[in-house]
């Protein structure tokens, strides 16, 4: 399997498949290479996904490395290996977060960037839902249990079951235990508890400007608000958006809606 040395020797994760623009996938903040196997076999590009350190395959690290700064030189450093001097990011929440960063500190490796259902204010609410279940092991036991469970979440509707099954499999492991998860709980500590102020991640939106850029957000997020997209769209009257209906954090990336804005992102970028 395919593995690369961070600086500090934590083993990283990846795999490849396509060709052309190199596109490299950055997944929410527990999941891994996997969250993008629903838009894999729509993108016609070279689609490069990780996963981050204490994620999926990779090596667990010292708690204090799981954060953007780090993650996103251990990105830079999956680029050195693979002697790209430039990729685009398409990046899911947390792996957003990350996309921004580079634009801000090594603009001269990005060739675009995506968002899925994140921006540079991060929604109160959604963040309170995320603290809840980070390092939790589920309840359920089972990944049909587990998949019921998904099925009865807000604001998604029109899901098929299979997809939800599919879900849990990617981010569970079934142990005679029941199921486990598939990162460092550690991750939990990372989060704060609300108390300190947000940090104003506006720069990092702002240091994009003149890169292909894609917005696209579940119409029913509580992570990324209406207000946050007019204000990212305001800034940048050229964004390819999409707001995707019944679906809320986060989208699956198959959407029509995404997929449209997707090949649209690609196409300016060749």
Not at 110 to 129: F, K, Q, R, S
Request: glycine share 8%; aromatic share 8%.
């Amino acid at each position: 399997m395919p593995f690369f040395a961070a600086a500090d020797g934590t083993q990283i994760y990846f795999e490849e498949a396509g060709a052309g623009t190199p596109v490299i996938a950055l997944p929410g903040l527990t999941r891994n290479t996997t969250d993008f196997d629903h838009a894999a076999p729509h993108l016609d590009c070279r689609l490069i996904r990780l996963d981050y350190r204490g994620r999926g395959q990779s090596d667990w690290a010292a708690p204090e490395t799981y954060t953007v700064p780090v993650e996103a030189s251990d990105v830079l450093a999956l680029m050195d290996h693979l002697s790209l001097p430039k990729a685009a990011f398409l990046g899911t929440s947390r792996g957003g977060m990350i996309a921004m960063f580079l634009a801000a500190t090594a603009k001269d490796r990005v060739l675009g960037i995506a968002l899925n259902d994140i921006g540079p204010e991060i929604a109160e609410t959604g963040l309170n839902v995320i603290r809840a279940y980070v390092g939790q092991r589920p309840a359920q036991k089972t990944y049909a249990e587990a998949a019921a469970l998904r099925a009865t979440l807000p604001g998604f509707a029109n899901v098929p079951m299979d997809r939800w099954l599919a879900e849990v499999r990617q981010q569970y492991v079934q142990t005679d235990d029941g199921l486990d998860l598939r990162y460092d709980p550690a991750l939990a500590g990372t989060l704060g508890d609300g108390s300190e102020p947000a940090p104003d991640l506006w720069p990092l939106f702002d240091a994009m400007a003149g890169l292909p850029l894609a917005v696209i957000r579940g119409a029913n997020s509580d992570l990324l608000t209406t207000e946050t997209l007019a204000e990212m769209q305001r800034r940048r009257p050229d964004a390819i958006v999409a707001t995707v209906p019944d679906r809320a954090h986060i989208p699956f990336l198959d959407e029509d809606e995404s997929l449209e804005a997707l090949h649209r992102w690609l196409g300016a970028m060749t």
